[in-house]
């Protein structure tokens, strides 16, 4: 079955600080890869996403690439503000057309100033 | 509506008290799911409607689950005689395409 490993924290980092949180997955077919962010006392959002291989999707600052050779959908971004500090989750769906998510445990990440 | 929108916000429930979570979905959208999700963990799949039809309840952890969306639109989940290891939050997406949007969702706590 499809599954998510994502890198556990909590994550503090210093504000301007260069940001990686790992995600490697399991799934079969060729799945659509996801990062969400769940801000305090709100919903979940959707921060990226990337659909095939190779594929980058970004927003906010924040990267990830699509690598279907190492089972990967790390999360980047080169400078991080404080405004960052949430808690980000990465998932994934089959890309049938079926949208149920598998998600990880989620990171949650706080910036200090 | 413009969002996901889920009451109440907040729930408490005595241990074996039935409660029932609301979901108004962003009009027109077909897809309709519910997560759980528990402290410290992601959300885990419930159950999933395209318009009334539920397609997958695969998710639901016992028969004290249930879930229905009778014209297609609003969805109701139900729990009946809650247990402590109910408590969690409970999260409804809507979607017309691939992608979800996620309501704040209903926190439950059963004591």
């Known amino acids: 079955g499809n599954s998510v490993t994502q890198m556990e924290g909590p994550v503090t980092l210093s504000e301007e600080a260069f940001l990686t949180i790992n995600c490697t997955y399991t799934?079969?077919?060729?799945?659509?890869l996801f990062w969400y962010v769940q801000y305090p006392g709100e919903g979940l959002q959707l921060l990226l996403k990337?659909?095939?291989?190779?594929d980058k999707g970004s927003n906010k600052g924040f990267e990830a690439t699509y690598r279907k050779e190492t089972t990967s959908f790390h999360l980047e971004k080169g400078s991080v503000q404080v405004s960052d500090s949430a808690v980000y989750f990465c998932?994934?769906?089959?890309?049938?057309?079926?949208?149920?998510?598998?998600f990880g445990t989620g990171t949650r990440l706080t910036i200090i100033p | 509506g413009a969002g996901v929108s889920q009451s109440p916000r907040y729930k408490v429930a005595k241990r074996g008290q039935d409660v029932a979570l609301r979901c108004d979905p962003i009009?027109?959208?077909?897809?309709l799911f519910w997560y759980q999700q528990a402290l410290g963990q992601g959300p885990e799949f419930l159950t999933y409607?395209?318009?009334?039809?539920?397609?997958?309840k695969s998710g639901l952890p016992s028969d004290r689950f249930f879930a229905e969306r009778p014209e297609g639109s609003v969805s109701t989940l139900k729990i009946q005689r809650t247990q402590q290891e109910d408590s969690a939050v409970y999260l409804c997406?809507?979607?017309?395409?691939?992608?979800?949007?996620f309501g704040s969702g209903t926190r439950l706590t059963v004591v």
């Open positions: 997406a809507s979607s017309l395409g691939r992608f979800l949007t």
């Open positions: 799934a079969t077919g060729y799945p659509s």
């Open positions: 990337a659909t095939k291989a190779d």
């Open positions: 998932a994934l769906s089959n890309g049938f057309g079926n949208e149920k998510l598998t």
């Open positions: 009009s027109g959208h077909v897809s």
């Open positions: 409607f395209q318009n009334e039809a539920q397609l997958d």
